[in-house]
């Protein structure tokens, strides 16, 4: 089996490397490695990945700050690989822009499914679609949202957006106007529980919104904050 998915693999510790490299290959995934975090940087800037793996711990640049350089420049999928115990760094992970996590020691079978999970909902490869009679599309005054082909458009210009940007914003357009906490979001879009951190996603609403700013005012008014509760999308039309 071969695919053209092109997967960076980035850890301090080449026997994780080198199992990451194994079970990926196994899938078809071309792996590519990097064993620091300033290394990796610069692999990701000047190289199109479709997923980065990512250690958090690191000497000279840890895993978080790759993430936040990263996001600044791209918005290439990033899980982070993360020991027991710490809770904080996969919170600040969260908030510098990461899409999933993993815990060490972990089972290759499961990071191989969140990897596969990750590219069908991230990948320009599922661009392409032929069937537009059975998509999922989500049309309003200023923005589209194509379920299918993981597709934004703001006022027909599409916007290039990280997997849980698209997951937030998709979650909150499926329910027009209805409300939900910071805490429910985390559940339904992380999929975690921060214990009372609420900050990552206050983090990407921000990051959403000036995406969609930077095409359409109209479209990043549509996510409105509901002052002491948390965030709806609301349809503007003007």
């Known amino acids: 089996m071969e695919t053209d998915y092109r997967i960076l693999v980035v850890d301090d510790e080449e026997r994780i490397r080198?199992?990451?490299?194994?079970?990926?290959?196994?899938e078809g995934y071309q792996i590519e490695e990097a064993e620091n975090g300033i290394t990796a940087l610069e692999m990701a800037v000047e190289k199109d990945y479709d997923l980065i793996l990512l250690d958090i711990m690191m000497p000279g640049k840890?895993?978080?700050?790759?993430?936040?350089?990263?996001r600044e420049k791209?918005?290439?999928p990033v899980i982070m690989l993360t020991a027991k115990g710490e809770?904080?760094?996969?919170?600040?992970?969260?908030?510098?822009?990461?899409?999933?996590?993993?815990?060490?020691?972990?089972?290759p079978r499961e990071v191989v499914l969140r990897v596969k999970?990750?590219?069908?909902?991230?990948?320009?490869?599922?661009y392409i679609q032929a069937d537009t009679s059975t998509k999922d599309i989500l049309v309003f005054p200023h923005l589209n949202i194509d379920n299918d082909a993981h597709r934004v458009t703001a006022d027909g210009v599409e916007v290039t957006l990280t997997p849980k940007e698209y997951e937030l914003l998709y979650f909150l357009a499926k329910s027009t106007d209805k409300v939900f906490d910071r805490e429910q979001l985390l559940k339904e879009v992380w999929?975690?529980?921060?214990?009372?951190?609420?900050r990552t996603v206050d983090t990407h609403v921000k990051r959403l919104r000036e995406k969609l700013n930077k095409v359409s005012e109209n479209a990043a008014k549509m996510i409105?904050?509901?002052w002491g509760v948390g965030y709806k999308f609301e349809v503007v039309n003007g």
């Open 62 to 70: 840890d895993g978080v700050e790759v993430c936040r350089d990263l």
């Open 224 to 226: 409105v904050t509901v």
């Open 191 to 198: 999929h975690y529980e921060f214990f009372g951190d609420l």
């Open 18 to 26: 080198r199992l990451l490299k194994m079970y990926l290959e196994r």
């Open 117 to 126: 999970a990750i590219l069908r909902r991230s990948s320009n490869h599922g």
């Open 87 to 107: 809770e904080i760094n996969r919170v600040q992970g969260f908030e510098a822009g990461t899409d999933d996590y993993i815990v060490k020691p972990f089972s």
């Open 74 to 76: 791209k918005p290439t």
